[in-house]
T-cell receptor
Framework: GAVVSQHPSWVICKSGTSVKIECRSLDFQATTMFWYRQFPKQSLMLMAT?????????EQGVEKDKFLINHASLTLSTLTVTSAHPEDSSFYIC?????????????FGPGTRLTVL | RKEVEQDPGPFNVPEGATVAFNCTYSNSASQSFFWYRQDCRKEPKLLMSVYSSGNEDGRFTAQLNRASQYISLLIRDSKLSDSATYLCVVTRGGNKLTFGTGTQLKVEL
């Protein structure tokens, strides 16, 4: 199956710093990538939809100036958590939808666990 | 009301047991339905799509009842390796997946 990687796997940072998370589709081109966040014992919540070459579409309640998304190529999307605070600590997961399929399957990255001290 | 509701469990069952999970969704416009599996601290992985006609994949059977807005997953002859959280997922068209909070399954010796 299609492979999606995320980097880093985990990160611990101080409050106020910015953290960049990369999501790559390794063996397919992804016109659309999605960023999710999952707090402990909660469901994955879609944060934003990222389309290659255009601005991301954010879900209601997600601050676009705090969570910067860049989808510069068909295989890479980045999420930058700016001025991170302890409440941003979460499991961030990306997914990618292949360019040339008609069904809805999304391939998920392994996730990035962010801890803000 | 949450868009996708699941009993969080945990369901503790002995190896070899048959176990069923249910899920309800609130939006009648939902179009596609899936079961995902998520292991602890890992990403979700697609287990199977769900169709009104019902579909089976080995020990796993999924069923959709559009009239009742209800989805089920049946696992037969459960294995220790089936221990995970099972996520009910729906889409309203387009690409957006809406996840339930998941049902935790623990299969024991």
């Amino acid at each position: 199956g299609a492979v999606v990687s995320q980097h880093p796997s985990w990160v611990i940072c101080k409050s106020g710093t910015s953290v960049k998370i990369e999501c790559r589709s390794l063996d397919f081109q992804a016109t659309t990538m999605f960023w999710y966040r999952q707090f402990p014992k909660q469901s994955l919540m879609l944060m934003a939809t990222s389309n290659e070459g255009s601005k991301a579409t954010y879900e209601q309640g997600v601050e676009k100036d705090k969570f910067l998304i860049n989808h510069a190529s068909l295989t890479l999307s980045t999420l930058t958590v700016t001025s991170a605070h302890p409440e941003d600590s979460s499991f961030y997961i990306c997914s990618a939808r292949a360019r040339d399929v008609s069904y809805n399957e999304q391939f998920f990255g392994p996730g990035t666990r962010l801890t803000v001290l | 009301r949450k868009e996708v509701e699941q009993d969080p469990g945990p369901f503790n069952v002995p190896e070899g047991a048959t176990v069923a999970f249910n899920c309800t969704y609130s939006n009648s416009a939902s179009q596609s339905f899936f079961w995902y599996r998520q292991d602890c601290r890992k990403e979700p992985k697609l287990l199977m799509s769900v169709y009104s006609s019902g579909n089976e994949d080995g020990r796993f059977t999924a069923q959709l009842n559009r009239a009742s807005q209800y989805i089920s997953l049946l696992i037969r002859d459960s294995k220790l390796s089936d221990s995970a959280t099972y996520l009910c997922v729906v889409t309203r068209g387009g690409n957006k997946l809406t996840f339930g909070t998941g049902t935790q399954l623990k299969v024991e010796l």
